[in-house]
């Protein structure tokens, strides 16, 4: 039996999720607004987000995502960018907890 996939957005939204999905793809299928000004090909830092728990599930981060990475706001070892960020297996636990730095949701809401 597969094991439900779920990524948890700050604390608050649940979205099923499946291997194979980057975390950009599982928040705009959902809704969520997560910016991404280079429509998602490694060249910005707006999709940046924190992975508070499974991280070790996810693709291993290329030489192009930590050099964007460098240069975003709220840098922490748990950065990723959501655009390159691919779901690979499904934690233990069944979820992976994300949360979207504060001035990132905050330039969503300007924004639109
Ligand atoms: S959308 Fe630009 S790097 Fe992810």
Same mark, same amino acid.
Request: glycine share 6%.
């Given at each position: 039996?597969?094991?439900?996939?779920?990524?948890?957005? @700050?604390?608050?939204?649940? =979205? +099923?999720? $499946?291997?194979? &999905?980057?975390?950009? *793809?599982?928040?705009?299928? !959902?809704?969520?607004?997560?910016?991404?000004?280079?429509?998602?090909? =490694?060249? =910005? @830092?707006? =999709?940046?987000?924190?992975?508070?728990?499974? /991280?070790?599930?996810? !693709? &291993? $981060?290329?030489?192009? #995502?930590?050099? +964007?990475?460098?240069?975003?706001?709220?840098?922490? /070892? *748990?950065?990723? /960018?959501?655009? +390159?960020?691919?779901? #690979?297996?499904?934690?233990? $636990?069944?979820?992976? #907890?994300?949360?979207?730095?504060?001035? !990132?949701? !905050?330039?969503?809401?300007?924004?639109?």
């Amino acid at each position: 039996m597969t094991k439900e996939l779920i990524v948890r957005f @700050s604390g608050e939204k649940d =979205c +099923q999720a $499946s291997i194979g &999905e980057s975390l950009l *793809d599982v928040a705009l299928r !959902n809704d969520i607004d997560l910016d991404h000004a280079c429509g998602a090909v =490694c060249a =910005c @830092s707006t =999709c940046h987000v924190r992975v508070e728990s499974g /991280l070790d599930c996810l !693709n &291993e $981060s290329s030489e192009d #995502e930590e050099d +964007q990475l460098d240069t975003a706001r709220d840098l922490g /070892l *748990d950065s990723r /960018l959501g655009c +390159q960020a691919v779901i #690979e297996r499904v934690p233990e $636990s069944g979820v992976i #907890e994300v949360r979207i730095p504060e001035w !990132n949701v !905050n330039l969503a809401r300007e924004a639109h």
